[in-house]
């Protein structure tokens, strides 16, 4: 996963809710970096290393590159993750 793509919907996750008439945005590129990348709900994602740094990224509003807070920069929490074959 090289970019992070973003699909957004008003009200319920219905077809006919789905913003941008169903297509993805593209926010940003360089994913591809990371193992797994999950979402912590409420303006966060989570993104874990192969190394097994796990980070974090925030934003608020919707995800869009110009409301990730920290510049869009990772905020590495800790390591060591990789011991881990599933997380959340």
């Not at 008003?10 to 990348?37: H, Q, T």
């Not at 869009?64 to 869009?72: A, H, S, V």
């Given at each position: 996963?090289?970019?992070y793509h973003?699909?957004?919907?008003?009200?319920?996750?219905d077809?006919?809710n789905?913003?941008?008439n169903g297509?993805?945005?593209v926010i940003?590129?360089g994913?591809?970096?990371?193992r797994?990348?999950f979402?912590?709900?409420s303006g966060?994602?989570?993104a874990q290393?192969?190394?097994?740094?796990?980070s974090?990224y925030?934003?608020?509003g919707?995800p869009d590159?110009?409301?990730?807070?920290?510049?869009?920069?990772?905020?590495?929490?800790?390591?060591g993750?990789?011991?881990?074959s599933k997380?959340?």
């Amino acid at each position: 996963m090289e970019n992070y793509h973003n699909y957004s919907y008003s009200g319920s996750p219905d077809l006919n809710n789905f913003n941008n008439n169903g297509n993805e945005r593209v926010i940003s590129s360089g994913w591809n970096i990371y193992r797994k990348i999950f979402s912590g709900g409420s303006g966060i994602i989570f993104a874990q290393k192969p190394n097994g740094e796990l980070s974090y990224y925030s934003y608020s509003g919707s995800p869009d590159l110009n409301n990730f807070n920290n510049n869009g920069n990772e905020r590495v929490i800790s390591s060591g993750w990789n011991i881990y074959s599933k997380i959340f």
